[in-house]
């Protein structure tokens, strides 16, 4: 088992920028493939980026281009670099474990509070 935290979220001005850290503890975080997901009110949680333990990455379609996810295995830690922010990028942020199979990623564990992303003028 894995134990997550994520941090990093704020509130920020469209256009701007924010990085999300999500740190890992309890287990090898170096052999475990991890996503990004993102939930609005009322909506289903989104798979918004996602890094295998090869370091190949998926970003979904909403995001391309302005997104980007790495992680550091030294430190247990996984990122999201976020640019170009858009008010419709408010919502709530969760990074957890994922499993990988036929190109289908499925969270994978608890998901923990999650760190609130706010755009706006």
């Known amino acids: 088992q894995v134990g997550l935290v994520e941090s990093g979220g704020g509130l920020v001005q469209p256009g701007g920028s924010l990085r999300l850290s999500c740190a890992a503890s309890g287990s090898i975080f170096s052999v475990y493939h991890m996503g990004w997901y993102r939930q609005a009110p009322g909506l289903q949680r989104e798979l918004v980026a996602t890094?295998?333990?090869?370091?190949?990455?998926t970003i979904a379609d909403s995001v391309k281009g302005r997104f980007t996810i790495s992680r550091d295995n030294a430190k247990n830690t996984v990122f999201l670099q976020m640019n170009s922010l858009k008010p419709e990028d408010t919502t709530v942020y969760y990074c957890i474990r994922v499993s990988y199979f036929r190109n289908n990623f499925t969270p994978v564990g608890s998901w923990g509070q999650g760190t609130q992303v706010t755009v706006s003028s």
């Open positions: 890094i295998l333990t090869t370091g190949s990455t």
